[in-house]
């Protein structure tokens, strides 16, 4: 018998001339089709008892139809009348169990007249008291040739001969592509793909082609293609267990960790793929791509998660999440949570026995995009505060679930945490700095050193600090009309002194932005004239109209700058204060007489 049941009507398929596996699958793949991104199509295997149903097609409404398939080519009339029984009890166990809102018998052949009245009497006569009572109906023959008008690929996937068609079709698409060019490529490309869908009922292949690359991803054509059709990959790869790849490779299969897992194709000793025709021949790979799935329908998504956090037996941050997804392994899960408003990530490994062995991790990962920056700071607080604490401890709903032990000082070539640091730092002064001047900003995508400094003075500006500023390089100042030379003026212009003025309002820059702190003060211990004796020698001559002075911090770079309106309101009792800033060398010179404020 060939495939199909064609071999005794020319190409068409000979419904009472299958086998009940075939006619049973060419069946299912006709409803996976006609109700695709419609219903929901759930195929049962019988073997465990199918309670009624072949198949049941559940709608967006929550109407569920049920599919009776009965192979009976001959019928239910004369000699096969007693098959009429087998078909009433299945529609009784239906609708006991399933309360469908209809249900349909599927068979081989036209009915007649006496199977319709049967047929559509089942409703009234069979259904158990208090039970719903559907809507019958029936597919014969006709209606399943119907169907395969309605969907030819079903029909071709059948064609005997279609792996020989198929590549007829491909050579001659090919030689009209060199005639006409590229007008009609995606009409050829699509009719292609149609072919390629039309290989097989529950699988099929995408491919698409870049930078000279053709690539192809298996894609299933139906919710049951893993049950109808499975596939199974078989590998051996020799993997050094402590490489980066070995690492990954232990927690995806231990924990079900959703890292990818990318193993080169030097290290895959055996590959082979096994199932329906349309894998075979997949050659081995150059790379083996692999990752773990979610568990579907696990209780615990959903479910409240927070994570306490734990400084030298103390409780310092409490923070809410969520579960989004757990993933199962051979020696524990991967629960996977999010944390402020689904900015943080943080994938935990739990054991499902703990041993002198168990080696766990946990992953953090975040998005600052398009946050302000004090939300930017407290995200960051909690990220660093996972990696500080001495112990983060897990309560799913209330209930403690795990804990984490940490040594509460991450590693000193911890590039990411010292990013993580500065990233905080600058997000706590440009909120100080927003709250101060009533503006508002997303965090910056980019920055440079000189915005970190400019948000970091501005900051210990706002709090009353003395601050040395990049903006108070020098100053410009001038002697009055017709001063008289005095022993001050020259002590001015020649020495180094203590002095102090008021300049006006200060403007912080960040990026291209401004931002006005209110009136400033400037003042240096060792403030000094740069052109001072040659402005001394024109004032002696007595000409000490026009002449300007530029003023310089000593041997510092800049100036020490407060503003008038922070508190403290006494001078004397503000503090010159570091800039304090990982990666950058503080500019002024340690003196006695400058004492920071982080030494008192």
Same mark, same amino acid.
């Given at each position: 018998?060939?495939?199909g049941?064609?071999?005794?009507?020319?190409?068409?398929?000979?419904?009472?001339?299958?086998?009940?596996?075939?006619?049973?699958?060419?069946?299912?793949t006709?409803?996976l089709?006609?109700?695709?991104?419609?219903?929901?199509? !759930? #195929? #049962? &295997?019988?073997?465990?008892?199918?309670?009624?149903?072949?198949?049941?097609?559940?709608?967006?409404?929550?109407?569920?139809?049920?599919?009776?398939?009965?192979?009976?080519?001959?019928?239910?009339?004369?000699?096969?009348?007693?098959?009429?029984?087998?078909?009433?009890?299945?529609?009784?166990?239906?609708?006991?169990?399933?309360?469908?809102n209809?249900?349909?018998?599927?068979?081989?052949?036209?009915?007649t007249?006496?199977?319709?009245?049967?047929?559509?009497?089942?409703?009234?006569?069979?259904?158990?008291?208090?039970?719903?009572?559907?809507?019958?109906?029936?597919? +014969?023959?006709?209606?399943?040739?119907?169907?395969?008008?309605?969907?030819?690929?079903?029909?071709?996937?059948?064609?005997?001969?279609?792996?020989?068609?198929?590549?007829?079709?491909?050579?001659?698409?090919?030689?009209?592509?060199?005639?006409?060019?590229?007008?009609?490529? @995606?009409?050829?490309?699509?009719?292609?793909?149609?072919?390629? !869908?039309?290989?097989?009922?529950?699988?099929?292949?995408?491919?698409?082609?870049?930078?000279?690359?053709?690539?192809?991803?298996?894609?299933?054509?139906?919710?049951? *293609?893993?049950?109808?059709?499975?596939?199974?990959?078989?590998?051996?790869?020799d993997?050094?267990?402590?490489?980066?790849?070995?690492?990954?490779?232990?927690?995806?299969?231990?924990?079900?960790?959703?890292?990818?897992?990318?193993?080169?194709?030097?290290?895959?000793?055996?590959?082979?793929?096994l199932?329906?025709?349309?894998?075979?021949?997949?050659? %081995?790979?150059?790379?083996?791509?692999?990752?773990?799935?979610?568990v579907?329908?696990?209780?615990?998504?959903?479910?409240?998660?927070?994570?306490?956090?734990?400084?030298? &037996?103390?409780?310092?941050?409490?923070?809410?999440?969520?579960?989004?997804?757990?993933?199962?392994?051979?020696?524990?899960?991967?629960?996977?949570?999010s944390?402020?408003?689904?900015?943080?990530?943080? =994938?935990?490994?739990i054991?499902?026995?703990?041993?002198?062995?168990?080696?766990?991790?946990?992953?953090?990962?975040?998005?600052?995009?398009?946050?302000?920056?004090?939300?930017? *700071?407290?995200?960051?607080?909690?990220?660093?505060?996972?990696?500080?604490?001495?112990?983060?401890?897990?309560?799913?709903d209330?209930?403690?679930?795990?804990?984490?032990? +940490?040594?509460?000082?991450?590693?000193? &070539?911890?590039? !990411?945490?010292?990013e993580?640091?500065?990233?905080?730092?600058? *997000?706590?002064?440009?909120?100080?700095?927003?709250?101060?001047?009533?503006?508002?900003?997303?965090?910056?995508?980019t920055?440079?050193?000189?915005?970190?400094?400019? @948000?970091?003075?501005?900051?210990?500006?706002?709090?009353?600090?003395?601050?040395?500023?990049?903006? @108070?390089?020098?100053?410009?100042?001038?002697?009055?009309?017709?001063? $008289?030379?005095?022993?001050?003026? *020259?002590?001015?212009?020649?020495e180094?002194?203590?002095?102090?003025?008021?300049?006006?309002?200060?403007?912080?820059?960040?990026?291209?932005?401004?931002? $006005?702190?209110?009136?400033?003060?400037?003042v240096?211990?060792?403030?000094?004239?740069?052109? +001072?004796? =040659?402005?001394l020698?024109?004032?002696?001559?007595?000409?000490?109209d026009?002449?300007?002075? #530029?003023?310089?911090?000593?041997?510092?770079?800049?100036?020490?700058?407060?503003? #008038?309106?922070?508190?403290?309101?006494?001078?004397?009792?503000?503090?010159?204060?570091?800039? !304090?800033?990982?990666?950058? %060398?503080?500019?002024?010179?340690?003196?006695?007489?400058?004492?920071?404020?982080?030494?008192?």
């Amino acid at each position: 018998m060939t495939m199909g049941g064609r071999e005794a009507g020319g190409d068409k398929i000979q419904w009472t001339r299958l086998d009940q596996p075939w006619f049973d699958r060419i069946v299912e793949t006709l409803l996976l089709r006609k109700f695709r991104g419609i219903a929901d199509v !759930d #195929v #049962v &295997d019988g073997r465990g008892g199918d309670d009624g149903v072949d198949v049941g097609v559940t709608f967006p409404d929550g109407s569920l139809t049920i599919y009776q398939l009965k192979y009976y080519p001959e019928g239910m009339s004369g000699g096969f009348a007693k098959r009429r029984d087998n078909v009433k009890n299945s529609y009784v166990k239906a609708v006991t169990k399933n309360k469908p809102n209809q249900w349909i018998l599927v068979a081989p052949r036209n009915y007649t007249n006496s199977e319709k009245r049967f047929i559509r009497g089942l409703a009234s006569k069979a259904t158990p008291a208090a039970t719903r009572r559907p809507t019958v109906g029936w597919l +014969g023959q006709a209606e399943l040739d119907q169907l395969l008008i309605d969907y030819p690929e079903v029909d071709r996937w059948l064609t005997l001969d279609h792996y020989r068609e198929t590549r007829r079709i491909f050579e001659y698409e090919r030689m009209a592509f060199l005639e006409s060019g590229a007008a009609d490529l @995606a009409r050829r490309v699509g009719a292609l793909g149609e072919l390629v !869908d039309s290989r097989d009922a529950d699988w099929t292949w995408d491919f698409a082609r870049s930078d000279g690359a053709v690539v192809q991803t298996l894609r299933a054509l139906n919710d049951n *293609a893993a049950q109808r059709s499975p596939i199974k990959i078989n590998f051996d790869a020799d993997l050094d267990p402590e490489s980066a790849v070995g690492i990954e490779f232990r927690r995806s299969m231990q924990y079900g960790s959703p890292s990818q897992v990318e193993i080169p194709g030097s290290s895959i000793t055996k590959f082979e793929v096994l199932g329906p025709e349309i894998v075979q021949g997949i050659p %081995d790979p150059e790379t083996l791509i692999m990752r773990s799935l979610p568990v579907e329908g696990s209780p615990a998504v959903g479910m409240l998660m927070e994570a306490r956090l734990s400084h030298e &037996d103390k409780l310092v941050l409490k923070q809410e999440g969520v579960v989004t997804e757990v993933r199962n392994g051979t020696h524990g899960l991967t629960c996977v949570m999010s944390y402020v408003g689904g900015r943080v990530t943080l =994938a935990a490994e739990i054991p499902f026995k703990n041993g002198p062995d168990t080696r766990t991790m946990m992953d953090v990962g975040y998005d600052l995009e398009g946050l302000s920056p004090r939300s930017v *700071a407290e995200l960051l607080r909690f990220v660093l505060g996972l990696q500080l604490a001495h112990e983060v401890a897990f309560y799913i709903d209330g209930q403690f679930l795990t804990r984490y032990r +940490g040594s509460g000082v991450p590693s000193d &070539d911890d590039d !990411d945490f010292r990013e993580q640091q500065m990233l905080y730092s600058f *997000a706590e002064d440009l909120a100080g700095l927003l709250a101060h001047t009533g503006q508002n900003m997303t965090f910056p995508r980019t920055f440079d050193q000189k915005d970190r400094v400019h @948000a970091r003075v501005a900051r210990l500006l706002i709090e009353g600090h003395v601050v040395a500023s990049p903006l @108070a390089r020098g100053v410009r100042a001038r002697l009055v009309p017709n001063a $008289e030379y005095t022993e001050e003026i *020259a002590a001015i212009l020649t020495e180094r002194q203590n002095r102090q003025w008021l300049a006006g309002a200060y403007t912080a820059l960040i990026g291209d932005r401004t931002f $006005e702190l209110g009136s400033s003060v400037v003042v240096h211990p060792e403030t000094w004239v740069e052109n +001072g004796p =040659a402005a001394l020698a024109t004032f002696e001559r007595g000409r000490s109209d026009g002449i300007d002075l #530029v003023l310089r911090p000593g041997d510092d770079p800049y100036f020490f700058v407060f503003l #008038v309106e922070s508190a403290p309101s006494k001078e004397a009792e503000r503090w010159f204060a570091k800039w !304090d800033l990982d990666g950058i %060398d503080e500019p002024w010179l340690d003196r006695t007489c400058l004492t920071p404020v982080d030494e008192t």
